[in-house]
C-alpha cells in the first residue's frame, strides 16, 4: 500500500491563488474608482439575493397570477418613476462631487422635481391603463389609484438618493439603504401573507419603501450633505446644468423603455403566467447589468474630481468589470436550471432559456454602458443619447419580433443580439471614445 503525498504543485497553486486573491485586494483598496464600484456592486449583489429571495416566499405564497400582476404593477411603478425622477439621479452622480455649498440645494430641487413630475406620470398611466393594459385596469379603484401614485413618487426619491450618495462618495449607505428595504419588504410579505392579503405583494413592497425613504432622507440631509458642504470649496452652481440634464434624460428614457417595458409586452401578449416566468429571470440575470450601472457611476464620479485620468480609469473597469461579469454570466448559465427549480417546475421549465441568454447579454452590455458613462464624464451628450436610443431599438424591435415564434426565449434572445450589435462597433473604436478629450 503506497501513500500518497501532496505534491508540491498543489502548494503553489495554492500560494498563487492567495497571491492573486491579495493583488486584487491591494487593487481595489488603492483605486477609488474599483472600491466604490464594488461597495456599490455588492449593494446590487445583496439586493438581488435578498429580492430573490422575495420572490421565492411570493411564489410560495402567492399564486402565478399574482405573482404576474404584481410584478407588472412594481414594473409599471418603476417605469413611471424612472421617468419622473428626470434622470436627476445621474446628474447628482455627475455634479454633486463638485457642487460645492451649492450640494444641499441641488439635492433639494432633484427631490422637489421628481415628485412632481413622477406623480404626474402616474396619473397619466391611471387614466390611460385600460386601453394600455387592461390586466392591471384594478389600480383604478380610489384606494389602489392613491397608493400606486404616492409609491411612484417615493421610487423616484428612492432613487434620486442612490445617486445622491454616489456623489457624495458614500457607497456604504447605499448598500445599507438597499439591505433596509429588501429586509423590510420581505417581512412585511411575510406578515401580509399569514394575514392572507391578496394584495400582500404590494403593500410589502410600499410600505418597505416609506421605511426606507424616512430613514435615508434623513442621514443625507443632516448628516452627509452638512460634511460633503464643510469639506468642499465654495464652488460655483454647476454649469450647463439643465442642458446636461435635459439631453441625459433623453437618452435615460431610450434606456428605461427598454427594460421596463418589454415585461408588458410579455403580460400582454402572453398573459401574467409566462410574465411571471419571465419577470423572475429578468430579475436574477439583470445583476448582472448592474454591476455595469455601479462601476460606471464610480467612473463617473472619480472623472469629476480628476478629468485627466479618465481614459485610465475607464480600461480599468472594462478589465476589471470585464472579467467579474464573465465568471458571473458563466455562473447563471450553469445553475440556471437547478436555481429557478426552486421556484417551481413551471418557471425551471420556462425560464431556463431566458435567463441564460439575458445572463450572456450583460457582457456587451458592459461595453455599452462603460461607454455611456464615458460620454457623460467627457459631456458628449449626442452620443449618450444615440447609445441608448439604438438598444432601445433594437431591443423593443426584436422582441415584437420574435415573441410570437419563441415565446420567452425570443425575448432573451433579442436583449443578446441588441447589445452584440451595438458592443462590437464599440469594441472596435475602443481608442478612440476612451480617450480624455472632452466635448464643448
Known amino acids: 500500500m503506497s501513500t500518497r503525498i501532496a505534491p508540491a504543485p498543489s502548494l503553489a497553486t495554492h500560494s498563487y491563488a492567495e497571491l492573486l486573491r491579495a493583488r486584487l485586494r491591494s487593487a481595489v483598496a488603492s483605486e477609488p474608482v474599483l472600491h466604490n464600484g464594488h461597495l456599490l456592486t455588492l449593494s446590487s449583489l445583496l439586493t438581488a439575493s435578498l429580492g430573490a429571495f422575495f420572490w421565492l416566499l411570493a411564489t410560495s405564497w402567492y399564486s402565478v397570477r399574482d405573482v404576474g400582476l404584481g410584478y407588472a404593477v412594481l414594473a409599471a411603478a418603476t417605469l413611471l418613476a424612472g421617468i419622473g425622477q428626470l434622470n436627476l439621479n445621474d446628474v447628482l452622480v455627475r455634479f454633486v462631487p463638485s457642487a460645492g455649498l451649492h450640494t444641499r440645494r441641488l439635492v433639494l430641487r432633484c427631490y422637489a422635481a421628481a415628485i412632481a413630475a413622477s406623480a404626474l406620470a402616474a ?70 401573507a399569514y394575514a392572507a392579503l391578496g394584495s400582500g405583494i404590494l403593500l410589502s413592497w410600499a410600505g418597505a419603501l416609506a421605511v426606507s425613504l424616512a430613514v435615508t432622507t434623513t442621514y443625507l440631509l443632516r448628516r452627509a450633505v452638512p460634511a460633503h458642504q464643510r469639506r468642499a470649496p465654495a464652488a460655483a452652481p454647476p454649469p450647463g446644468l439643465l442642458g446636461y440634464a435635459a439631453a441625459d434624460y433623453a437618452g435615460f428614457l431610450f434606456r428605461l423603455a427598454a427594460y421596463n417595458l418589454v415585461p408588458l409586452l410579455v403580460l400582454d401578449r402572453l398573459g401574467p403566467d409566462q410574465n411571471a416566468y419571465f419577470s423572475l429571470a429578468w430579475v436574477i440575470a439583470y445583476t448582472l447589468f448592474l454591476a455595469t450601472h455601479n462601476m460606471g457611476s464610480s467612473l463617473i464620479v472619480e472623472s469629476a474630481g480628476n478629468p485627466a485620468r479618465l481614459a485610465e480609469h475607464t480600461r480599468t473597469v472594462l478589465r476589471h468589470s470585464g472579467t467579474l461579469i464573465a465568471i458571473g454570466a458563466a455562473l447563471v448559465v450553469a445553475v440556471a436550471p437547478w436555481l429557478l427549480r426552486l421556484f417551481g417546475p413551471g418557471y425551471a421549465a420556462a425560464g431556463t432559456a431566458p435567463v441564460r441568454l439575458l445572463a450572456l447579454a450583460a457582457l456587451p452590455n458592459l461595453v455599452l454602458g462603460v461607454a455611456v458613462d464615458v460620454a457623460r464624464a467627457q459631456r458628449r451628450l449626442r452620443r449618450v443619447v444615440g447609445l441608448q436610443a439604438a438598444l432601445c431599438a433594437l431591443v423593443l424591435g426584436l422582441t415584437l419580433l420574435l415573441l410570437p415564434s419563441m415565446g420567452l426565449t425570443g425575448v432573451g434572445l433579442a436583449w443578446l443580439i441588441a447589445e452584440c450589435v451595438i458592443a462590437v462597433p464599440l469594441l472596435i473604436t475602443l481608442p478612440r471614445w476612451t480617450s480624455d478629450g472632452a466635448s464643448s
Open 123 to 192: 396619473l397619466l398611466f391611471l387614466l390611460l391603463v385600460p386601453r394600455l393594459t387592461p390586466n392591471l385596469a384594478f389600480l383604478r379603484s380610489p384606494l389602489y389609484a392613491a397608493g400606486f401614485v404616492a409609491a411612484t413618487a417615493g421610487y423616484a426619491v428612492f432613487v434620486l438618493q442612490d445617486g445622491g450618495l454616489t456623489g457624495l462618495r458614500r457607497p456604504g449607505w447605499v448598500l445599507g439603504e438597499n439591505a433596509l428595504f429588501a429586509v423590510v419588504k420581505t417581512l412585511m410579505l411575510a406578515l401580509f
